[in-house]
């Protein structure tokens, strides 16, 4: 089975694409539940801020950084909608704000070496597959 990394601007029945159409590699998936660790006086800690999903590539060509750029022209694109695994190991829709780090982005030839995108997830549901 192929994976289902996918991405929308929509959210809508068949507008997502599949990278692997693009094609993209599966991205490395990172997801977390939240943003923040608070310590607390007792010794104990308190989870805090939005759950966030974050795809990496160690390298991406031009035309793949390109395609993702169509999704996100600025540095952050609201109502973004992706297909990812949550930190679970479930395939869930995420309702999300895309995040681009542009300054972050390091260029050998035609690649962009450690490219991350990222994902505040505001909605996910599991995916019914």
């Known amino acids: ?11 809508t029945e068949g507008s997502f694409v599949y990278l692997f159409t693009v094609p ?13 660790i608070q310590p607390l006086g007792n010794g104990g ?4 801020g939005w759950p966030i999903d974050l795809w990496s590539w160690a390298s991406l060509e031009e035309s793949e950084r390109t395609f993702f750029r ?46 991350q995108l990222t994902f505040k997830v505001k909605l996910a549901t599991a995916l019914d597959i």
């Not at 590699?25 to 939240?34: M, T």
């Not at 395939?91 to 542009?102: D, E, L, Q």
């Open 1 to 11: 089975m192929r994976y289902r990394y996918a991405i929308s601007s929509t959210g």
């Open 24 to 36: 993209v590699v599966a991205p490395l998936n990172l997801y977390k539940q939240y943003t923040k």
């Open 70 to 115: 169509g999704y996100c022209p600025g540095v952050y694109q609201d109502d973004m909608w992706i297909y990812t695994l949550n930190d679970n190991n479930v395939w869930v829709v995420a309702r999300t704000i895309m995040f681009w780090h542009k300054e972050a982005e390091q260029w050998s030839a035609d690649n962009t070496l450690g490219f």
């Open 45 to 48: 800690e308190r989870h805090a």
